[in-house]
Antibody
């Protein structure tokens, strides 16, 4: 079945780096844009970044721009989030999510909403 | 950045009752609005996209309406599994994609 599984979370000191991974299965990974969305403890959802299916476009929230890098390896069906210069307010559960896409005669049409989510991986930034 | 304001923050209802949740945008988002459900300890689940289209597998008791700046998610008759937090999200002007602050539907 369609599945996304995040890994790589943990406890890290402020200023350090961490790389999250998201392994996909059950669908044609290379045809979908993918997102990272995070949720701080007891808080709402915050969109972090998106990468297009063909890696041609990447967009970030202002709160992470210049510190986080989204990437993907379509040969491995894996999404990544490289997080540098981590801060306490980056503490959150990080979800990877698949974009809702419709396939027509030309390029896939992305709805920029998330129709499949992983269970999340927890990142805690603390000294 | 488009700000989404959800109301009420908490809705206390009984099973079988009708739930009406509101999402208001700081500027028009046309119909580019989605709704999600999140239960404790779980990932969100897409319910509605483009204001009124139910996602795959979503029961018919969930419906969405609205356009421009005012949107509504309606649950026609609450089932026990519907007590959760609901978020709206816009894709009209981005980045960033933005979410509302959420409405908690709790058992009265």
């Amino acid at each position: 079945q369609v599945q996304l599984v995040e890994s790589g979370g943990g406890v890290v000191q402020p200023g350090r780096s961490l790389r999250l991974s998201c392994a996909a299965s059950g669908f044609t990974f290379s045809s979908y844009s993918l997102h990272w969305v995070r949720q701080a403890p007891g808080k709402g959802l915050e969109w972090v970044a998106v990468i297009s299916y063909d890696v041609s476009n990447k967009y970030y929230a202002d709160s992470v721009k210049g510190r986080f890098t989204i990437s993907r390896d379509n040969s491995k069906s894996t999404l990544y989030l490289q997080m540098n210069s981590l801060r306490a307010d980056d503490t959150a559960v990080y979800y990877c999510a698949r974009d809702r896409v419709e396939f027509g005669d030309y390029e896939p049409y992305s709805y920029y909403c998330m129709d499949v989510w992983g269970k999340g991986t927890t990142v805690t930034v603390s000294s | 950045e488009i700000v989404l304001t959800q109301s009420p923050a908490t809705l206390s209802l009984s099973p079988g009752e009708r739930a009406t949740l509101s999402c208001r945008a700081s500027q028009s988002v046309s119909t580019y609005l989605a709704w999600y459900q999140q239960k404790p300890g779980q990932a969100p689940r897409l319910l509605i996209y483009d204001a009124s289209n139910r996602a795959t597998g979503i029961p018919a008791r969930f419906s969405g309406s609205g356009s421009g700046t005012d949107f509504t998610l309606t649950i026609s008759s609450l089932e026990p599994e519907d007590f959760a937090v609901y978020y709206c999200q816009q894709r009209s002007k981005w980045p960033p994609l933005t979410f509302g602050g959420g409405t908690k539907v709790e058992i009265k």
